[in-house]
């Protein structure tokens, strides 16, 4: 009797009276798909038992049934029953209800903060092939150990569900992973930090969030390098703050500019990525980072320092990030395993004096309650047992080899008319065009080739024309690579001024 009401409420066709024309009842599909109370895949009654429930002649849900699947609304199964079309966009059918939901309350005004880049294009089919992407330089997940994340995500999930560690207040996991986090970056980074010096967060972009918020007053001056990356300084303009520049070299950042600045105005803090510059690659030199540590000591300012993809160095060592150095105090340090594990795996982390983290945990409950438990424990579990190592070496070998051939493509396609450098580590590669090229245009004619590629203008914070591409090189296998320069050749070659 309950389920009778629902039907026939969830379709609008009265709650009480009996009777209704297969039209009612098409509509009335049609408006609780279109405005999601029947979601894509949900199933429906029989067409007996329907028919039952609204009172009607079966032959009346029977044509209805039929007419909404010729309509791609329904699809029925053999043996299984009756469904919400799951792979059905429901605008069409929004529209054809006559009904529209309309825009949120016409006189409200919703406050539009800062963006940055525009979104991806759609993973489709293109005429050659597929839609190929230069990203800013993301891992291949086609290179993760699958058969090793199984195992490890079916252990976590049972061990937490067993444990409780999936209630609120259990902490368990983030605590397992904290310690996890502490020994790798040791290892691997010279951070000598305890579990209370990191705070957690889901990627990259929270971390510089909760920094920043805890930081920036409005109207405080924020300094990012000439060429930097968007979603930072996105959110310090969404926080009210001044946002700004000075140069980069092929040293990294000109940090005589830095100090030129603090004797005009008080900064807050300034923005780095020093291991490999975002999106130029070049690494800072160590007597820039002393100067820096020390101006930030002496002018009292922070150093938000991103070290986004520390594990790729293919010549030498890697530097130590600033944040490794015993003395200093304003270091705020920022790292994810995006680059590892690639962006569906959100965990990121603050690196902080104790303090600090502690504040900015408890700013992170205004956003986020607490991180996946069943993330963190699989997580912790893959760096304890070394995977996550192991997997970083395997994969940098094929990191290594594409970075060679992406060089070797560029040399051969485009010889005298681009400059490149091999960077020092890192997922991409920055390449200037001469002058006569029109990178913004290459760009959209790259799109129509079937290729995404970021024009340089796009890393600018002050909407400067820049004649360069940031070419992430590691998420394509080399015969893609070489595809995709193909594409980018033809671009190219449409693209002179
Ligand atoms: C400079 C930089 N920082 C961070 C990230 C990753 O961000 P998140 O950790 O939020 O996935 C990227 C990804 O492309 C990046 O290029």
Redesign the pocket.
Known sequence: MVQMRNWRILLDLGGASQGASYRDILAGLSRAISDGRLPPGAPLPGTREMAAMLGVNRKTVIVAYEEAAIKGWLVSEQRRGTFVNAAFDPEPVHAAAGRGRGDFAPDFQAQSLPSYFDDLPPNGRIRDGRMMYFD???PDHRLLPQAILHRHYRNALRDSLRSGRVRYGNLESAQQLRVALAGMLGATRALAVSPANICLTQ???MALHLAAAALIRPGDTVVVERLS?PPAWAIFQALGARVDVVDIDADGCVVQQVEDLCRRRAIRFIYL?PHHQ?PSTVSLRADRREKLLALAAQHAFSIIE?D?DHEYHFAGRPYPPLASDARQRNVIYIG?L?KLLG?SFRC?FVVAPANLVATLEKNQHLLATHGDAVMQKMLADLIADGELRRHVRRSSKHYRARQEVLLDCLQRGFGDGIATRVPEGGLALWVTFSEEVDVDAMARHAADEGLFVRSGSQFSPQGEAINGVRLGFASMAPDELVRAVARLQRAWGKSRR
């Open positions: 800013n330089g993301s990627g990259t972009q990356y990525t975002f991103e986004y994810s995006s962006s990121g």
